[in-house]
């Protein structure tokens, strides 16, 4: 009973608190009026001065306040849209999304205390609702370039609180990898040709909606959509080589090239050629010299305009090109006679004359006469037998387009030498060297000297007669140097190789290194020693450590071109490098060779194997048992049975045996012959064999006892039944 009244009293607040609760309900932009009335008057007396006060939650001074008939003081927000109507209420025009809260009426009779007046306000709830209202918008029309990101912004107010949805072309967006979607705005990363589109971002609410549209336009160079293909065609035939590309900004021109040159720069080519709009081009009346590779570029006014490339072939008969009216061939050298072919289809063979007869003839009667299959003659030794007038035809599937213009071999000596170095020179650094190389030939020709390899960085000279002077001598002089010379049918040289003395070792080169486990073989070239005894400093240096010091350098020394270094851990990367010292100093380091030492062998324990083998022979086979070992590390993933016929070797009879089993048959041994098993296996098998013996002595044990007592039964009746007689 005592529960249910309190029940009923809590109900009874609530209804009260409940019914002392307004709740306004207006549009933004509209008016409200949230209602506050007087206390009822005694009877006979009259209306007393009272303050009217409308605070709102939140607020730290009233919104509205009045005394009597003296103007009200308003709050700054509400200034000029808050007013009293009948007496009391409040009424509120140009209604915000802000305005919406709890409102409370208070009258303040001043004819009463605090505590006389009570509390008589009332609170009301005022709910501004509003259809969705764009706050923040893209531009109506947003470009961006190619391959950059963008952003469209859509944010938008209302009450209730507005849901925003993007399409584009009246597809809805979803959130992909590059697509992004957040607090109403659109992101885009990378964007690509494909993502231009008129996007519309939607706002919408139980009042209404509201809809914005974007038009993203992605600008950029020209895409290539129909790029030029590998053509082959017939001469006199017209060519045409598509290229087609779209581009946005689309003011596009297409420029053609012909093995990195303009058509139109072309001499042979620009009367011939013409461009399209579309980005094909057109070549009329093919010639042979118009085969090649042709790349289309179209541009758009961008930075990084594509391209793309065919090749055109031109199939016609073999041309031979323009033959040189006179031709040079070294006397006593091997010569070539060039027949200048150009061929499409390939070559298939070259026919020569030589002073009217064909070049058979001569193939076979001079030694040392070849024809190529490219159509060159080649000739051994080049003599007065090589002098003459030749021409050539060449050939192809399609035929021939005639024969060369006559071209008239003739022979020229070669340059020779007149005094050559000799082969390697020696001298000590800072003085001078001077390397003879005279030629002698008509016309003079000119002497060249180089160093091989690597470039001489130090200075030298060479004097008119040929001869190379290095002055000073440097260490860098050091190597091979040749000496040339050519005219216009044979280039002779001749080499010779200069030591520095008195210098540091030179760098040691083609440095081996063999890893093993825990130690490296390591071996080098040496250079040279610059004219002193020279040794070798190994240099290691480990990378185990991520923390390079020079603590993490070892140096091995050596007086051999090979050094064993040891102590060395496993599976760790080292790098060495060599240099070399004598009593000048120290050479440069060698290149730096790295490896990784061997893995360290990995450490097998010794498997317990089974026990107790025991055995059982019928007269189909033999029955093996045994113990299984307990569980071990590494665990067994097999059993063998091995056995071997006595002083033979041991055999596998039986493999992959199930770890978890103990027992075989195995049938068709032999009982003639002897088996060893080994180890545990043999102890098995001789412990079966001896009971085996132990049973058949028993049983021959038996067996005499009972032959003997018969025997003796046999002659205890005997005697009896001589006895009766």
Known sequence: TFLCSKMCFLCLLLVQFCAAEIHVRAKKGDTAVLTCSLPALDEGSSAPQHVIEWVRQDYDIPILIQ???????????????????????????????????????????LDKTTDEAGSNGSWTLLSITSPPVFTETSRPRVEVFVGRSVTLKCAAQGNPRPTVTWSKDGRPIKPQNKVKIMNGSVSFHAVSRETSGQYQCHASNTEGNVTHVTMLKVIGPPVIVIPPMDTVLNMSQDAKLKCQAEADPPNMTYVWQRQGEDIYHIESLKSRVKVIVDGTLLISRLIPEDS?????????????????????????????????????????????????????????????????????????????????????????????????????????????????????????DPPSFKVSPRKEYRQDIGRMLVIPCQMDGNPAPKVSWKKTGI????????????????????????????????????????????????????????????????????????????GYAQKFTVWLVSFRSLNFSLDSLYKYLSTENSLLVTNLLPATEYQFSVVAQNKIGTGPFSEITTITTLDALPVVAKLVPPSNLSINKSSEGILLWWSVPKAQSPPIDSFVVQSRLEGGEWINLKENISPVENQIFLPGLSSSRLLDFP??????????????????????????????????????NIKGKETAL
Not at 373 to 387: P, R, Y
Request: charged share 15%.
């Open 67 to 109: 005394f009597g008939v003296h103007n009200p003081r308003v709050h700054p927000n509400y200034d000029g849209r808050v007013s009293l109507v009948r007496g009391t209420s409040l009424q509120i025009r140009g209604l915000l999304l802000e305005d919406e809260g709890w409102y409370e009426c208070r009258i303040l009779p």
């Open 292 to 412: 090649g590779n042709y790349t289309c570029m179209p541009t758009n006014g961008l930075p990084d305009s594509p391209s793309a490339s065919a090749t055109l072939t031109v199939q016609h008969p073999a041309q031979v090109m323009k033959m040189a009216s006179l031709t040079f061939l070294p006397t006593g050298m091997r010569g070539v006679i060039v027949c200048p072919v150009r061929a499409e289809p390939p070559l298939s063979h070259v026919d020569w004359i030589k002073d009217d007869k064909p070049l058979d003839f001569y193939l076979g009667i001079y030694p040392g006469w070849t024809l190529t299959s490219e159509g060159s003659i080649i000739i051994a030794t080049a003599n007065d037998d090589a002098e003459g007038v030749y021409t050539c035809t060449a050939y192809n599937s399609f035929g021939t387009m005639g024969q060369s213009e006559p071209t008239t071999v003739i022979l020229q």
């Open 455 to 530: 470039a001489s960085r130090s200075l030298f000279t060479q004097a008119a007669n040929g001869s190379l002077i290095l002055h000073p001598l440097s260490k860098d002089h050091q190597g091979e140097w040749e000496c040339s010379s050519t005219n216009r049918v044979a280039t002779v040289s001749v080499r010779t190789t200069v030591f520095v003395l008195g210098t540091s070792p030179h760098a040691v080169s083609s440095v081996s290194v063999i890893p093993g486990i825990n130690q490296a073989s390591v071996s080098w070239v040496a250079g040279f020693d610059g």
């Open 679 to 716: 180890d545990q296996l043999m102890a098995g098998v001789m412990a079966g064999v001896g009971l085996l013996c132990l049973a058949l002595i028993l049983t021959l044990a038996i067996v005499c006892f009972i032959f003997h007592k018969r025997n003796r039964r046999r002659r205890q």
